[in-house]
């Protein structure tokens, strides 16, 4: 009996501080470095959070080893609620596929919300041979193995994205690692390298400059910000999609309760007029959903993105 009425005060005491959650400072780490798109969607909604929760939420960067470093710290974390992870896809899906020593499972993660939706679409330097999407696939079928495209790195969204057009479409491309987003893009628009998936918020801008040239979107449908740009879909390149999100996510085992109102609150600012003019402006999605819709979401991309590291026979390093 002294051992039930022990675990009964326990559990009273975790709803209790479930129920005041928080009455302190909520910290979310961000495994990208500062400036780039996870960490300023992040720095948009904590700022916003503050008034929800009643509660200041600092925002750290923790960035490095594709977004690994950030996340185990978040992992070996209190489940409490106090301290959360900011990030790209990679971090919870398909790391453990891509780096050796991996000290945390991503599936044990508990999802909280999606931030926001950002589509890919396929940007070429300014002199690329072909004009149009269609010339693309001509050029790039008729010449294997000689574009070659940069990407973030190992592993990340843009050099799966490619891999994935390679099987799909049947055509051989030059794969062109760089560290981080910024440098594969200034190399792009410098003309040393031939093209990248890259997100639209980052591509539209040099777009736009006419330093450089988007000629399909990975959406399944075209996009209102480019009418005129086709899908891969069109070009006859079935099931091809690619997107870029960021989410945010709590330590394994971290009460429901604590999550579904971490949850509730990012849905409010996402669902304001404020948030939806400010990520239009970035051309990304809010996007909106449950913390089981999240959970959902994540296994479909692990699974998608999973199997293509193995049917490109990429190695973990």
């Avoid at 002199?127 to 693309?136: G, I, L, S, V, W």
């Avoid at 091809?240 to 085992?253: G, L, R, V």
Wanted: proline residues 8%; aromatic residues 6%; hydrophobic residues 45%.
């Amino acid at each position: 009996m002294a051992v039930l009425a022990s675990v009964a005060m326990l559990a009273t005491q975790a709803s209790a501080q479930d129920a005041n959650y928080p009455n302190r400072p909520v910290h979310i780490i961000v495994c990208v470095p500062a400036g780039g798109g996870v960490d300023t969607v992040t720095r948009f909604i904590a700022e916003k959070l503050e008034k929800r929760l009643g509660q200041p939420v600092v925002v750290e960067n923790r960035s490095g080893a594709g977004g690994n470093i950030g996340a185990e710290v978040v992992f070996k974390s209190d489940p409490d609620g106090y301290t959360l992870l900011a990030s790209q896809p990679a971090p919870i899906t398909v790391n453990p596929l891509l780096y050796k020593g991996i000290s945390f499972d991503p599936t044990k993660f508990e999802p909280v919300a999606i931030m926001t939706i950002i589509p890919n679409v396929l940007l070429v330097r300014e002199d690329f041979p072909a004009k149009t999407a269609q010339e693309f696939m001509a050029y790039a079928k008729a010449n294997p193995g000689k574009i070659n495209y940069a990407s973030q790195g190992i592993g990340t969204t843009s050099h799966l994205t490619a891999a994935l057009l390679e099987h799909l479409a049947g055509i051989k491309l030059q794969h062109v690692p760089y560290k981080g987003t910024a440098p594969a893009l200034t190399d792009l628009i410098s003309g040393h390298v031939d093209m990248m998936f890259s997100e639209l918020a980052s591509a539209k801008k040099f777009s736009d400059a006419g330093r450089a040239r988007i000629l399909a979107v990975a959406t399944k449908q075209r996009l209102p910000q480019l009418p005129n740009v086709p899908t891969f879909e069109e070009l006859g390149v079935k099931g091809f999609e690619s997107i870029t999100w960021n989410a945010i996510s709590a330590p394994p085992k971290t009460p429901r309760a604590i999550v579904a109102k971490l949850n509730e609150a990012i849905e409010d600012v996402l669902a304001s007029p404020e948030a939806k003019a400010h990520f239009a402006k970035i051309n990304a999605q809010p996007a909106s959903g449950s913390p089981a819709q999240a959970t959902a979401f994540i296994e479909k991309e692990t699974k998608t993105w999973g199997g293509v590291i193995k049917q490109a026979g990429i190695q973990p390093h």
